[in-house]
C-alpha cells in the first residue's frame, strides 16, 4: 500500500475514531497514556485525538488511580521525579 492510501485510510479511521468519542464518558486505561508519552507506533496519533477531543471538551476522560500509579512507575524507577509529577499534574 503506498503512502497516499496509507494517510487516507489513516485520515478515514481518525475521523471515525472522533466521532464514536465525541460526547461520550471514556475509562482511560494505563496503555493509552503510555503510548502517547512513549510513542509508540501507529496507537500515538490515536491517543493523541482522545486525549485532545478531552482537553477539548468534547469528552471526558476517567482514569483510576491504579493506572496513574502504573504511568508514573516508569519515570520514577528511571530518577525522572520531574516528569513523574509532571504527568500526575497533567492527569
Given at each position: 500500500?503506498?503512502n497516499?492510501k496509507?494517510?487516507?485510510?489513516?485520515?478515514?479511521?481518525?475521523?471515525k475514531l472522533?466521532?464514536l468519542?465525541?460526547?461520550?464518558?471514556?475509562?482511560?486505561d494505563?496503555?493509552?497514556?503510555?503510548?502517547?508519552?512513549?510513542?509508540?507506533?501507529?496507537?500515538?496519533?490515536?491517543s493523541?485525538?482522545v486525549?485532545?477531543?478531552?482537553?477539548e471538551?468534547?469528552?471526558?476522560?476517567?482514569?483510576?488511580?491504579?493506572?496513574?500509579a502504573?504511568?508514573?512507575?516508569?519515570?520514577?524507577?528511571?530518577?525522572?521525579?520531574?516528569?513523574?509529577?509532571?504527568?500526575?499534574?497533567?492527569?
Amino acid at each position: 500500500m503506498n503512502n497516499e492510501k496509507k494517510d487516507r485510510k489513516s485520515t478515514l479511521f481518525s475521523s471515525k475514531l472522533k466521532n464514536l468519542i465525541l460526547g461520550k464518558r471514556l475509562l482511560i486505561d494505563t496503555n493509552i497514556i503510555i503510548y502517547l508519552t512513549d510513542r509508540i507506533q501507529p496507537y500515538e496519533k490515536l491517543s493523541r485525538i482522545v486525549f485532545s477531543l478531552i482537553e477539548e471538551g468534547k469528552a471526558e476522560g476517567i482514569i483510576s488511580i491504579v493506572s496513574i500509579a502504573e504511568i508514573m512507575q516508569g519515570p520514577l524507577k528511571k530518577g525522572l521525579k520531574k516528569t513523574a509529577l509532571d504527568v500526575r499534574k497533567y492527569l
